[in-house]
C-alpha cells in the first residue's frame, strides 16, 4: 500500500477479484471502489479524482499505475481517510480514458463519510461526461454551467464552489451575499442581496410582504394571523380599529389605509401596503411597491431582471446576473459578456476566441509551448524544434513546419496523427515513434524519416505499429519493420502494416 499523500487518506489500488475484506483492516474509515463498464470500451487506464466540497480530497489519479489495462468486469480503489471528517461527503468522480487520454466512459457518486466504516461504492461507466458544455452528466458532474472556469460557482471540474447553490441545465449559479439577487434568493433568505421575493418559488417571505400578495406560495390571508393585507379593512385583529384617533403601526395602518388616523409620512415600509402618501415607491419600498411590477417603469424590482427587463435592469447593470448589459465588457465581467459579446483586444480570452482569431487576448505575456497554438513570439529552434513542438493526444504540428533554411528535425510521438510540409526547409529529419507520419519533401530537399515501430502486446492480442510515408524525389525512409513498398504513383513510399496513404 503506497505512503500516506497526505493527512486525510491514502489510496491503495485492488486487483479486480481481490476481496475489500481481505485487504482492509476493520474498524478504518474510508471507500472500497467498485468500477466496471463495458467490456467493448478501449479503456486504458481509470482515472479518479475525489472532492468534499469544492476541496480536493484526493489529487487526479489514473490507476491501474501497473502495467496493465483495467478488467471491465471490475477493479476497485480503497481510500483511506482519518475519523475527523466523519459527518462529511466525499464525491467520486471515475472516467475510463484511452491511451490518447480521451474520456470513454464516466460516473460518479456522492457518499457520506462514516468514521470506522469501509462503504462499499459500487459505479459503473455510463456516457463520458464533457465538463463545459452545459450539458450536465447525471452521475459524474454536479453541475455544468457551460464554461472551463472556476469562480463563479460552478468549477472547471464540474462541482459546485463552496458557499455556492448551482440548479438547471446549463446550471445557474448562485452566492448570498454576491449582490445580485438570483433565483432562488428573496428577502428573506439573503437580505444582503434581495429586497424582494418571487411569487412561485414555493417559499412564502412574509417580509416582503408575500403574506398579502401572493397566495400561490401563502396562502390566501386569513384573518386573525396579525397580517394586515389589502382588503381586510374589517378585520380588527389584523388592522385595527381605523377611525380610534391611532395610528397602529403594528397593524399595517398608514396614510393611505387610515388617513382619519395617519398622517402622510407615518407609515412603515414593509406593512404590505405601498402609500405614495408616504413618498413610497418601488425604489423606495420594493417589498410593498414592487408586487406587481411593470417593466419599462425606470426601477428594477427584486421581480424583473436585466434578461426579462433590460430597460430598467440595464440602467445599473449587475455583474453575474446573465446578462451582457450596454456598458459592460468581458474585461470588467467575463461571467456575463465572455460568451454574448466577446471583443477582441480587450485583454480576456473568451471561450469563443482563440490564439489564432485573437492572439492579442489569448496568446499572453509568456504562451505556454505546447499548447497546441504557435503565438506571436514563439519561433523554432535552429537546431531542430526544441522552440515549439505543438502536440495534441490527436495531432502533431511543429512551428518548425513551415521554418525557412533551415534543417528541422522533430518528433510525431505514440497516439499522434502527424503531416509535415518540409518545403521551406533545406533538410527535415522525422522520427515517428509508434505513430502515424506523412511529410511531402518537394524539390529535392533531403529528408529522413524513422519510422520506429514498437511492437506492443495488449491484453486483447492486438499490435501497435506507426503508419510512415513521404513524397519527394529527396525522400528517405527508414522502416523499422519490413521494407517500404513504393507505392503505384510511384512517388510516395510507404512502410508499415498498412496500405499506402
Given amino acids: 500500500m503506497p505512503a500516506a499523500r497526505c493527512s486525510l487518506f491514502f489510496l491503495a489500488w485492488l486487483a479486480g477479484a481481490t476481496a ?6 476493520a474498524g478504518l474509515t474510508g471507500m472500497d471502489i467498485h468500477v466496471s463498464f463495458d467490456g467493448a470500451l478501449p479503456v486504458y487506464k481509470l482515472r479518479f479524482s475525489g472532492w468534499m466540497g469544492s476541496t480536493v480530497a484526493f489529487a487526479q489519479d489514473d490507476r491501474p499505475d501497473e502495467d496493465r489495462t483495467p478488467s471491465p468486469d471490475g477493479e476497485k480503489l480503497i481510500v483511506l481517510l482519518t475519523a475527523s471528517v466523519s459527518g462529511s461527503v466525499l464525491f467520486i468522480q471515475v472516467d475510463g480514458i484511452d491511451r490518447g487520454g480521451a474520456t470513454l466512459g464516466s460516473s460518479g457518486k456522492a457518499v457520506p463519510i462514516e468514521a470506522g466504516r469501509i462503504a462499499v461504492v ?7 461526461r464533457l465538463c463545459g458544455d452545459g450539458e450536465r452528466h447525471p452521475d459524474a458532474e454536479l453541475c455544468d454551467d457551460g464554461n472551463g472556469r472556476s469562480g463563479d460557482g460552478c468549477s472547471s471540474q464540474c462541482v459546485v464552489e463552496d458557499e455556492w447553490q448551482c440548479e438547471g441545465m446549463p446550471s445557474v449559479c448562485r452566492r448570498c451575499g454576491d449582490q445580485v439577487c438570483s433565483q432562488g434568493e428573496d428577502l428573506c433568505t439573503c437580505p ?6 418571487t411569487c412561485g418559488d414555493a417559499l412564502c417571505c412574509e417580509a416582503a410582504g408575500e403574506s398579502c400578495s401572493c397566495a400561490q406560495d401563502c396562502g390566501e390571508p386569513v384573518c386573525g394571523d ?6 381586510e379593512d374589517d378585520c380588527r385583529a389584523d388592522c385595527g380599529s381605523c377611525g380610534n384617533g391611532d395610528c397602529e403601526l403594528d397593524k399595517g395602518e398608514d396614510a393611505c389605509r387610515c388617513p382619519e388616523d395617519c398622517d402622510p409620512g407615518e407609515g412603515t415600509c414593509g406593512n404590505g401596503s405601498c402609500c405614495a402618501a408616504d413618498d413610497e415607491d418601488p425604489a423606495s419600498c420594493a417589498q410593498d411597491c414592487c408586487q406587481d411590477p411593470q417593466c419599462g417603469d425606470g426601477t428594477c424590482c427584486p421581480l424583473e431582471d436585466a434578461r426579462s427587463c433590460p430597460d430598467d435592469c440595464c440602467a445599473t447593470p449587475q455583474c453575474n446576473d446573465g446578462v451582457c448589459c450596454p456598458g459592460e465588457t468581458a474585461a470588467g465581467c467575463p461571467a456575463d459578456c ?5 471583443v477582441c483586444s480587450d485583454g480576456v480570452c473568451c471561450g469563443g476566441e482563440t490564439a489564432e482569431s485573437c492572439p492579442e487576448d489569448c496568446c499572453g505575456q509568456d504562451p505556454p509551448c505546447g499548447d497546441g497554438h504557435c503565438c506571436p513570439g514563439e519561433t523554432c529552434d535552429p537546431d531542430g524544434c526544441g522552440g515549439c513542438p505543438l502536440c495534441t493526444p490527436d495531432v502533431c504540428d511543429p512551428c518548425c513546419a513551415g521554418c525557412s533554411e533551415q534543417f528541422c528535425s522533430f518528433t510525431c510521438d505514440t497516439g499522434c496523427d502527424c503531416t509535415y510540409d518540409c518545403a521551406g526547409a533545406n533538410a527535415c529529419n522525422v522520427d515517428c515513434i509508434n505513430a502515424s507520419c506523412f511529410v511531402e519533401c518537394p524539390g529535392g530537399n533531403p529528408c529522413n524519416i524513422s519510422c520506429k515501430q514498437s511492437l506492443v502486446d495488449l491484453d486483447a ?11 519527394g524525389s529527396g525522400c528517405h525512409l527508414n522502416c523499422a519493420v ?3 513498398i513504393r507505392c503505384p504513383d510511384d512517388v510516395t513510399i510507404a512502410c508499415s502494416l498498412l496500405a499506402c496513404p
Fill in 122 to 128: 459500487e459505479i459503473q461507466l455510463g456516457p463520458p
Fill in 20 to 25: 475489500c475484506g481481505d485487504k482492509v483492516e
Fill in 226 to 231: 396579525d397580517i394586515c393585507c389589502d382588503g
Fill in 461 to 471: 492480442g492486438t499490435v501497435l505499429s506507426g503508419d510512415c510515408a513521404c513524397r
Fill in 192 to 197: 444582503q442581496d434581495c429586497t424582494g421575493a
Fill in 338 to 342: 465572455c460568451e454574448t459579446n466577446p
Fill in 482 to 484: 519490413g521494407d517500404a
